[in-house]
């Protein structure tokens, strides 16, 4: 079983750049597909970006693609999610969750962090 705690999170404005972070612990986590999902106020929890077990392989939101990267650090546990030329609509409380297969189907993932929250200013 992996845990996992997002961190990097905060208020910024419009055009500016936020690194988020995901450790993990507990678990063989090179064994895992990563994902990052985002839930505003009111909305459902939505996929942003994805990443395989060893990296080969990253996806994207439509709405974030040309702006967000992630990536991961095998030898930390850890996976960053890189966020460039955020938008107000980018404001949400953001999750990293793990699972086995690769999905954007975020019911399909059984070990999430707590969220972090990202604000972003007009």
């Known amino acids: 079983q992996v845990q996992l705690v997002e961190s990097g999170g905060g208020l910024v404005q419009a055009g500016d750049s936020l690194r988020l972070s995901c450790a993990a612990s507990?678990?063989?986590?090179?064994?895992?597909?990563v994902a990052w999902f985002y839930q505003a106020p009111g909305k459902e929890r939505d996929f942003v970006a994805g990443?395989?077990?060893?990296?080969?392989?990253?996806y994207y939101a439509d709405s974030v693609k040309g702006r967000f990267t992630i990536s991961r650090d095998s030898a930390k546990n850890m996976v960053n999610l890189q966020m460039n030329s955020l938008k107000p609509e980018d404001t949400a409380v953001y999750y990293c969750?793990?699972?086995?297969?690769?999905?954007?189907?975020?019911?399909?993932?059984?070990?999430w962090g707590q969220g972090t929250q990202v604000t972003v200013s007009s």
């Open positions: 990443i395989s077990r060893f990296g080969s392989i990253t």
């Open positions: 507990g678990g063989t986590f090179n064994t895992y597909s």
């Open positions: 969750a793990a699972d086995r297969r690769m999905t954007r189907d975020r019911n399909e993932y059984n070990y």
